[in-house]
Each structure stands twice: as C-alpha cells, then as structure tokens.
C-alpha cells in the first residue's frame, strides 16, 4: 500500500494536513483532489453564506467518480476540534445524528481533502433548524426531456409565482437538471414549507401539463416530461448547495444564474439537458464570480406566506 504524500496548509489561521494532492479525481478531466480543494478555496466567499449553519452532508469520492461514492451525514472520524457541530434528528422518525457545520474556508478546504465533491446543505440553519429558510422546486428532466422543455417549465414557474407576488430564484442542479428556489422569511414550519412547495407544484403541472408530471415513479413518467419534486422539502432535507461540485464528466458546479439564461436555453435545440449544464464548471466558475459576483447575493428577498397562499387561493382556484 502506497503511502498518503502530505502537505502542511494553513488556512483562516487554522493549520491543516492535507493529502494525495495529485489524486485525479476526474479521470476524463484530469482534475484531481488537489484542484478541487483549490476550487472550494476560491470559491470560499460566495459558497460560505449558502453553507453557514446549516447541517453538512458529504458526499465523498476518494477513488475518483467512477468508483461508488458515499453520503456522510454523521461527522467524519478526526474532525478537527475547530469545526462546529449539532446533533439534531434527520427526520422526525429518526434518530439523532451528529452533523458538522461548515462556517469558513479552513472547513471547506478540510472536507475537500476528504474527497467530498458535493455539499448538501438543510433548508434550515443554526439555531433555528426546524424553520426552513426557503423552498425549492427540483426539476428533474427525463428521459426524452430536451433542453428547451426543461425551460420552459422553470420559465412558467417564475411567471405564475409573479402573478401572487413572488420573485424566485434559479440555479443549475450541476446534474441535468434546475432548482427554482423561493426565500422564506424564518418563520413557519415545515409542514407549512412543504405545503406551499406542493401548491407551486401542482399549479405548474396545471398550467405544464404537456411538459410536467408529479409521478414519483420513475417508469410512469411521461417520455419528455420534467418531474416537479415537492417532496425534497422537510425535515432532514438536502439540497445541492450554490456552487457545489458535482461528481460528472467536466466538473460541472450547481451554479445560480440569471433568468435570462434559462430563456436563452429556451430558445436552443439541444435534444438533452446536461451538456448545458457543464457551461459552469471547476474551471470557469470562480474566475466569473470574481467577476459577477453571486446573481443571489442581492436577489434574495424573503417572503412571507400568508399574502402568497391568499393571492394563489384567489388567482390559481
């Protein structure tokens, strides 16, 4: 067995060991660990304030992305003492987990040393964790789904969450996919979060139908449809957190952009959707993000729900 070549960092004050730098992690790439722990570094300033205090769930590819990955929801064997944590239930049937939190740039650069290329963050954060913070619609394109479809569903879930006074959000899943996102002011429960999720949910396939299922099997879906999932929404949740990496062919990141480009996309002919999705990867992203800054910094604007669902009860019954 070859053994770890390790570099001393210190990052943040904080003095980290870290490991197989040159570690290709992206085999058709040619990125390695050493690149993706560069990347989370770049990209520390815009990542932390999608990240801080919320429960961190790892999603880790030590041997590459060809190989199986796994989840890591409880804290990983020698955590740094430094790295806060919370235990907290990851649902409201389960038992309690031990997470970390991810609140600066020495911890990102920690969990890229583990080889964790995805970061799935709750809806929720410290102390607050049952008061979700926003909501999301994933849409999920499938099979047969082309490019233009996908957008035109986003498109049509901006329009119709206009007319009851909602100004979503939208970022790129890293995979094939979108995230139509909706800030909450902390405030309401779950149960309530997740009730408004359904109602966007429903009213798209209402006004998508040709385009839209709610079928969460698999085999059932229509051919070219996009699933409008809802059900991400809750307790113990996760989402893919704003400029993540995501363990694909060119390191595609999860990726918050303007609507403006998800109408360009409406308007191309390509018959898939993830080849879009790699225009923002481990390469380009924090060069324009030096340059543009996170669409979502100023964009996020939360919302109360009580003149939300009274406008949707009059405008969409």
Same mark, same amino acid.
């Given at each position: 067995?070859?053994?770890?070549?390790?570099?001393?960092?210190?990052?943040?004050?904080?003095?980290?060991?870290?490991?197989?730098?040159?570690?290709?992690?992206?085999?058709?790439?040619?990125?390695?660990?050493?690149?993706?722990?560069?990347?989370?570094?770049?990209?520390?300033?815009?990542?932390?304030? =999608?990240?801080?205090?919320?429960?961190?769930?790892?999603?880790?590819?030590?041997?590459?992305?060809?190989?199986?990955?796994?989840?890591?929801? =409880?804290?990983?064997? !020698?955590?740094?003492?430094?790295?806060?944590?919370?235990?907290?239930? $990851?649902?409201?049937?389960?038992?309690?987990?031990?997470?970390?939190?991810? #609140?600066?740039?020495?911890?990102? $650069?920690?969990?890229? #040393?583990?080889?964790?290329?995805?970061? =799935?963050?709750?809806?929720?954060? &410290?102390?607050?964790?049952?008061?979700?913070?926003?909501?999301?619609?994933?849409?999920?394109?499938? &099979?047969?789904?082309?490019?233009?479809?996908?957008?035109?569903?986003?498109?049509?879930?901006?329009?119709?969450?206009?007319?009851?006074?909602?100004?979503?959000?939208?970022?790129?899943?890293? !995979?094939?996919?979108?995230?139509?996102?909706?800030?909450?002011?902390?405030?309401?429960?779950?149960?309530?979060?997740?009730?408004?999720?359904?109602?966007?949910?429903?009213?798209?396939?209402?006004?998508?139908? &040709?385009?839209?299922?709610?079928?969460?099997?698999? $085999?059932?879906?229509?051919?070219?449809?996009?699933?409008?999932?809802?059900?991400?929404?809750?307790? !113990?949740?996760?989402?893919? $957190?704003?400029?993540?990496?995501?363990?694909?062919?060119g390191a595609p990141v999860?990726?918050?952009?303007?609507?403006?480009?998800?109408?360009?996309?409406?308007?191309?002919?390509?018959?898939?959707?993830?080849? &879009?999705?790699?225009?923002? #990867?481990?390469?380009?992203v924090p060069k324009l993000?030096?340059?543009?800054?996170?669409?979502?910094?100023?964009?996020?604007?939360? =919302?109360?729900?009580?003149?939300?669902?009274?406008?949707?009860?009059?405008?969409?019954?």
């Amino acid at each position: 067995m070859t053994a770890s070549v390790k570099t001393a960092l210190t990052v943040g004050g904080r003095a980290l060991q870290v490991t197989n730098l040159d570690k290709v992690l992206w085999p058709r790439d040619g990125y390695t660990k050493g690149d993706l722990i560069a990347y989370y570094r770049a990209v520390a300033k815009w990542i932390l304030p =999608h990240v801080q205090g919320r429960p961190l769930t790892l999603e880790r590819y030590p041997n590459g992305i060809d190989e199986d990955g796994w989840w890591e929801k =409880h804290i990983p064997r !020698g955590l740094p003492e430094w790295v806060p944590t919370v235990k907290t239930a $990851a649902s409201t049937r389960h038992e309690q987990i031990e997470f970390m939190i991810c #609140n600066d740039e020495a911890t990102l $650069a920690y969990v890229a #040393n583990l080889a964790a290329v995805v970061l =799935h963050v709750w809806y929720s954060r &410290e102390p607050t964790l049952d008061v979700p913070d926003f909501i999301l619609i994933d849409l999920d394109p499938g &099979e047969g789904c082309t490019l233009a479809t996908l957008a035109r569903v986003a498109l049509a879930a901006r329009d119709e969450l206009a007319t009851v006074g909602v100004t979503p959000l939208v970022k790129t899943t890293g !995979g094939s996919g979108l995230h139509v996102v909706v800030p909450l002011e902390p405030r309401y429960d779950w149960e309530q979060a997740k009730g408004f999720a359904e109602l966007i949910a429903r009213r798209i396939n209402t006004v998508a139908a &040709e385009f839209t299922t709610l079928d969460r099997t698999i $085999a059932r879906r229509p051919k070219g449809t996009v699933y409008l999932d809802y059900v991400q929404v809750g307790k !113990g949740k996760t989402y893919v $957190a704003p400029f993540s990496v995501r363990p694909r062919d060119g390191a595609p990141v999860s990726m918050p952009i303007p609507w403006s480009e998800v109408e360009a996309m409406r308007r191309k002919r390509a018959k898939g959707t993830a080849a &879009e999705m790699t225009r923002w #990867n481990i390469a380009n992203v924090p060069k324009l993000l030096a340059k543009e800054g996170d669409r979502w910094s100023k964009a996020w604007q939360p =919302h109360r729900l009580e003149p939300v669902i009274a406008a949707a009860r009059s405008l969409w019954s």
